[in-house]
């Protein structure tokens, strides 16, 4: 299911499904206590201070423009590569992000192919689109996308497809760029593998005299192992009139933007390179093969984070772990578990393998046993659920309660102290505290229109192999007898019982195998005669 929770544009937290209306706001201010001692505490006031940092550190004199417009013919797919995901994003969404806290006048995204599916993406994020139809290549991106960067005197150009790069690079960019004066600034990095990837031609020093594409490398060139990212700063006075020389003169017949560092180049105007710290935010996607790479990469990133934060992951190359996903202290994560979504883990909890955890909240010392599917679900402190068990939509387990093996919930409330230990379904169901669910229980809720609810009180005892068929209540301390099919309500402290009432038939057994071997005898001898 789509993600629970979005930040809305003024940071708050929106919960775009109606089940959790209210649900985290409540969880999180029942743990507040602890947090105020806490780990969460540290990671509020991380945040808060790095945003402080950021809101005081702005580029009000840099547009960021990202081109996005291209369709990525390599990764051979109908979706549009800078809606492909890595790290749990579209790649486009961690280049915006990245952006944002730059801090910059405007952010510009060049939106082309699949224009309104990526436009969905970046806007809500504070950027605003430019459509380039047709994409006629990275240099016309810039051309339609003028009137848009406006009065900026610097710009910088992203690439959609390139999504590790971080904020601190980007400003550092910005900085190396305004302190050497230059009319463009190029970030590079050094690969061992620098195919695919157009090549730095520099002239001595820091400064560049062209950008070579792959394509038009020769012999000698092909050694050449510094590779220009497609990110630049631009002064926007100088970049206008190089990119108004530009011509198609390349096989696809596309404007180039590189192209337009050698006219830099050949006008006198500096160009500088500046090779990244980290070479794996150069990183592109135009394979498969390229979106695993960057994959991978997010996917170390977020569990060195973690780890940091003091939780404990075993076989971390196992674990996988979106980029909102918060954990607790001292939380033990088995191999191969999945945390996804805006999942919240508490402190001290232990989620075993194969688990996978997707838009959830567990509070702190939550017992996850292996192999449990927990789906956009509230799990409040102290419940242990599982080997084997699912909770879909809207479940919430209250303080203390057990959900054993094989067992699914559904949309269901269970109390505090309460048990589900094996083979049940509980659909559509508010079960109070201290009550004990029987194996095979079933909740027949749904009639094949509609789906029912079913009510059941304290400290009540649903025998094994039960079935419940809502519209139907259980009272407090009531009994079900096992192998009941309950079709009234049961009132509080009664017993109910719905089944056929037993008869013993005496010495039936005995007669029986007497007439059977009577009828046998015949049949043998006569098969001897033959
Ligand atoms: C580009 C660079 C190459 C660099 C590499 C780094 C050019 C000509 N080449 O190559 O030097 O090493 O990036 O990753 O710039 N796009 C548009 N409109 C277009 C064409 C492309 O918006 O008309 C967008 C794409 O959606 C993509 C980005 O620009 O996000 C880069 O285009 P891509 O086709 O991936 O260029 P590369 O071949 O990777
Ligand atoms: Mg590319």
Redesign the pocket.
């Known amino acids: 299911m789509a993600a629970a929770l979005h930040l809305g544009l003024d940071g708050r937290k929106v919960n775009s499904e109606p089940h959790l209306q209210g649900m985290y706001p409540r969880f999180w201010r029942e743990s507040s206590a602890r947090r105020r001692t806490g780990l969460k505490r540290r990671i509020v006031k991380r945040g808060r201070a790095r945003d402080n940092a950021l809101v005081m550190a702005k580029n009000k004199d840099v547009a960021i423009l990202i ?4 369709k ?1 013919t390599r990764l051979k797919s109908s979706l549009a ?2 809606l492909h995901a890595a790290g749990g994003r579209p790649l486009v969404e961690h280049v915006v992000r990245a952006c944002v806290r730059v801090g910059p006048k405007k952010i510009v995204v ?1 939106v ?1 192919h699949q224009a309104e599916k990526v436009q969905a993406v970046v806007e809500p994020l504070g950027a605003e689109t430019v459509l ?1 139809q047709p ?4 240099g ?2 810039l051309l339609v996308s003028r009137r848009a960067i406006g009065n900026a005197k610097y710009v910088v150009v992203l ?4 999504p590790l790069v971080r904020t601190e690079t980007l400003r550092s960019l910005i900085q190396q760029h305004k302190k050497g004066q230059a009319a463009a600034t190029i970030l590079t990095a050094v690969l061992a593998d620098p195919s695919g ?2 090549r730095i031609l520099r002239k001595g020093g820091d400064n560049v005299a062209a ?1 070579i ?1 792959e394509s038009q490398l020769t012999e000698e060139q092909r050694e050449l192992n510094e ?4 990110m630049y700063c631009f002064t926007t006075a100088k970049l206008w009139p190089a990119l108004a020389e530009l011509k198609p003169n390349n096989k696809h017949r ?1 404007i ?3 192209d337009a560092i050698g006219v830099l180049n050949a006008k006198g105007e500096t160009v500088l390179a500046e090779i990244a710290g980290d070479s794996r935010e150069m990183l ?1 996607c ?1 394979t498969r093969a390229d979106l695993a790479g960057v994959d991978h990469t997010f996917r170390d990133w977020k569990r060195e984070a973690l780890m940091r934060d003091g939780v404990t992951i075993q076989l971390p190359e196992t674990v996988l772990v979106d980029p909102d996903v918060l954990v607790g202290e001292d939380t033990v994560i088995e191999p191969c578990v999945q945390l996804l979504g805006k999942t919240k883990i508490g402190a001290r909890c232990v989620v075993k393998t194969g688990s996978v955890v997707h838009d959830s909240v567990l509070g702190d010392e939550v017992v996850v046993e292996a192999h449990c599917m927990i789906s956009a679900s509230r799990l409040d402190s102290d419940v242990v659920v599982g080997p084997f068990a699912r909770m879909r939509m809207e479940t919430h387990l209250k303080c203390g309660s057990r959900i054993g093996n094989f067992v699914e919930l559904k949309k269901s409330v269970v109390g505090e102290g309460t048990k589900a230990m094996h083979l049940t379904y509980l659909g559509d169901a508010r079960i109070g505290s201290k009550t004990n669910i029987g194996a095979g229980t079933i909740t027949c809720n749904y009639d094949g229109f509609h789906k029912h609810p079913t009510t059941i009180g304290n400290k009540v005892f649903i025998g094994s192999d039960s079935a419940l068929v809502a519209p139907v209540k259980v009272g407090h301390g009531a009994y079900v007898a096992a192998g009941s099919t309950i079709t009234d309500n049961v009132p509080a402290d009664a017993l109910g019982i719905a089944r056929g009432r037993q008869t013993n038939k005496k010495g039936w057994a005995s007669k029986k195998r007497r007439e059977l071997t009577a009828a046998e005898k015949p049949a043998k001898h006569s098969k001897k005669r033959q």
Do not use: C, M, R
Not at 159 to 162: F, H, K, N, T
């Open positions: 081109l996005a417009a291209g990525g590569k800078v060049v082309g380039q994409q006629n290549g990275t016309h991106a690439p959609g497809d390139a990837y157009g950008i594409e590779i220009n990212s497609s596309e180039y933007l590189t592109g135009n």
